[in-house]
């Protein structure tokens, strides 16, 4: 099985620009922006190693140590003073013998020497037992700004970082602070101490994003909005390697040796189920998918595991080659299992334009069909189901406490239904009715999508009626619906057909597939 922990070294280093040290660089590149001297170039775990050199002046250099495998064992940022020269000390990790890689850098200034690790003295027993000091850096807006202890508990399979003795304001405007911890041999779950009430604002201003090995997690200041009595509290947030001995033997099955992270919060020491519908938080989990997964790697998604071991689907797990991440948003913290799902109907031969955006959103548990095995892409779609299905797409979610009268509690589309009623994605009909068994108008279908990719900061366009002057039946389109249909329009969401935009006409679900399809990739 290939080490996760060389893969999130990757990971990190594409997400966070001051840290673009992935590259080896001979000692003599960038020999006029960036020196780097390694003393001594050779001992044992434990030893203490100077790297110094020269850069920009007052600049922030980061250095980072890379093991046999590309995991961060060490990392660091220290400033170089009014002439450019800078130093570091530490102890080398307790790794196995070979070569570290030391990389010192700033901005696209990079330099790479190499430190032998040798196997451990004769006569002393084997090894040696060595404290080691570990580092998490801080940054705003990725320039690192301090470092932070790393303190490794006794079993030496959990860390925690205190954000106690960190001044100013954590969350400081729309500013993101960033706290990456190193790579540590054994530990298999990371914590971030906090305190609570700096995440207890009403509305979110501020985002923190806590990089571990297993994965990471980006939070908000509004995080704990709603929970009483934060002053003086201190929050702990984990991230860690789930257990996957206690799951159902088919829920191991599909999983396999694909990651499963487990998240965790506690208000001083005692754990505390968090569900805020108000406060997203994205997680990150890097992965590296088979041969066969990168085929058609849109099926790489998200289970939510619950106390009981049922799988919910989370519709926004989606895998980017380009970070090497599988990435979702949740509202709680549970059991998140990276996995692979094929999902299929048997009667998609007719719309073979469609298949694969019927699948994919299938398999992200987005669209559901009529029957398990029947999706009946040429029916049209009810305004139950797109709102499920849309607002499934985008992601959303709210606190909701009522609903349309003439949806039932029981409906399988309720909350969806209730989420967009709350976010003013849709009034209804009129009288709190929202029809649900009707087929929606393809106006009506426009106008939610533009009011909520509008809400959401997801649509860059505004249309006016200009826009729609090349399709003949624009006249029909409804006064209310003109602006919206226009900026789909102009966004690209519909194209129409020959000249008509058909506002009055309706949609299959086979045609509602591909318009999700491309919002969900917008």
């Avoid at 922990?5 to 003599?28: D, K």
């Avoid at 998240?263 to 997203?280: H, S």
């Avoid at 409906?411 to 929606?440: D, H, M, R, V």
């Avoid at 194209?495 to 318009?515: C, H, Q, Y």
Wanted: glycine share 8%; with cysteine; net charge negative.
């Amino acid at each position: 099985m290939i080490k996760r922990n060389s893969i999130l070294s990757v990971c990190r280093i594409f997400i966070y620009s001051f840290l673009c040290l992935a590259l080896v660089v001979p000692g003599s590149a960038f020999a006029d922006t960036i020196s780097l001297t390694i003393e001594p170039t050779r001992g044992y775990a434990g030893d203490s190693v100077i790297a110094s050199g020269t850069a920009g002046h007052s600049e922030w250099v980061t250095i980072k140590g890379l093991d046999g495998e590309g995991s961060i064992v060490y990392l660091n940022s220290i400033m170089s003073d009014e002439n450019g020269n800078y130093s570091d000390t530490f102890r080398i990790p307790d790794i196995p013998p070979g070569e570290l890689r030391l990389i010192a850098g700033y901005g696209s200034n990079i330099i790479t020497e190499l430190f032998t690790v040798a196997a451990s003295r004769s006569g002393g027993g084997g090894g040696r037992n060595v404290a080691h000091t570990y580092k998490a850096v801080v940054s705003r807006n990725s320039k690192p700004e301090t470092n932070l202890p790393v303190n490794v508990n006794s079993d030496k399979d959990r860390a925690t970082v205190n954000l106690e003795t960190l001044t100013g304001d954590i969350f400081t405007g729309k500013e993101r602070t960033t706290v990456i911890v190193p790579s540590i041999h054994g530990v298999t779950s990371y914590t971030l101490g906090i305190p609570a009430d700096t995440m207890s604002r009403s509305q979110r201003e501020g985002a923190l994003t806590f990089s571990t090995d297993p994965g990471s997690i980006t939070i908000g200041d509004n995080m704990l909005s709603g929970i009483s009595e934060t002053e003086g509290k201190e929050t702990c947030i984990t991230i860690g390697e789930g257990n996957k001995s206690h799951l159902p033997d088919e829920i191991k099955a599909a999983i396999g040796e694909r990651p499963l992270v487990q998240l965790t919060l506690t208000v001083d020491g005692e754990q505390t189920q968090w569900n805020n519908p108000e406060a997203p938080v994205m997680v990150a989990i890097p992965y590296i998918p088979t041969e066969e997964e990168l085929k058609d790697p849109e099926h790489i998604t998200i289970w939510y595991i619950d106390g009981e071991g049922n799988v919910v689907e989370v519709p926004s797990g989606r895998y980017d080659p380009a970070t090497g991440l599988v990435t979702f948003t949740t509202t709680h913290f549970s059991k998140y299992a990276v996995v692979y799902v094929t999902k299929t109907f048997e009667d998609l031969e007719s719309v073979a334009w469609a298949e694969k955006q019927i699948e994919v959103l299938a398999s992200k548990g987005i669209l559901k069909g009529t029957l398990e095995k029947e999706y009946a892409p040429q029916t049209n779609i009810t305004r139950a189901d797109f709102l499920y299905f849309f607002v499934r797409t985008l992601g959303v979610d709210a606190k909701v406490d009522e609903n349309f009268d003439d949806i039932s509690e029981d409906a399988y589309y309720y909350k969806e239904i209730a989420i967009a009623k709350k976010l003013g994605i849709t009034n209804g009909i009129g009288n709190n009715k929202f029809n649900p068994n009707e087929s929606i108008t393809r106006q009506d279908m426009m106008t939610l999508t533009e009011r909520a990719l509008r809400m959401l900061k997801k649509l860059e366009q505004q249309g006016t009626a200009s826009d729609l002057e090349k399709f003949v039946d624009q006249s029909s389109i409804a006064a209310y619906a003109v602006d919206s249909v226009a900026s789909v329009v102009k966004e690209g969401l519909i194209v129409g057909s020959a000249d008509k935009i058909n506002p009055l006409g309706n949609t299959t679900r086979a045609e509602t597939a591909v318009f999700l399809y491309r919002i969900y990739n917008k």
